[in-house]
């Protein structure tokens, strides 16, 4: 891409960041040069936060129904999954699926129920009952 063909359109990230692309000069080099962002990125990257708006009240849905824990509402939350919260926790992914359900939540002790605190960043009062 020449370095004039490069998109400088306004982003959320605008005043954030800038992306680093390799473009060709006027002597047909490439060289380093920021772009402010690209119109067809940003709109790939609010329709991603769509998705992870609507996973986030899903989740919220499913834990006000009780058909979940809160494990599963901070997890999206925090845009966590088994792999990474088990990082945090040093829980097993297969103990985490079982601690999404209700049931299996609620029998959980303090010490345990503050390791995924902790992994959340949030109090043992707001895991167990989050305040949306």
């Known amino acids: 891409m020449k370095k004039s063909d490069l998109p400088q359109d306004k982003s959320d990230l605008v005043n954030f960041t800038r992306e680093v692309c390799y473009v060709k000069n006027e002597n047909g080099k490439y060289e ?56 945090y926790t040093g829980f097993w992914k297969w103990q985490i699926n079982k601690h999404k359900n209700p049931e299996s939540f609620n029998r959980l002790n303090d010490g345990k129920l503050q390791k995924y605190a902790d992994a959340f960043g949030v109090t043992l009062m707001e895991l167990k009952k989050p305040s949306f």
């Open 32 to 87: 380093a040069e920021l772009s402010s962002g690209w119109d067809v990125k940003t709109d790939a990257l609010n329709s991603a936060w769509l998705d992870i708006e609507n996973r986030i009240t899903e989740a919220k849905n499913l834990f006000i129904s009780g058909e979940a824990s809160p494990i599963q509402y901070y997890m999206e939350l925090k845009l966590m999954d088994f792999t990474v919260l088990a990082g």
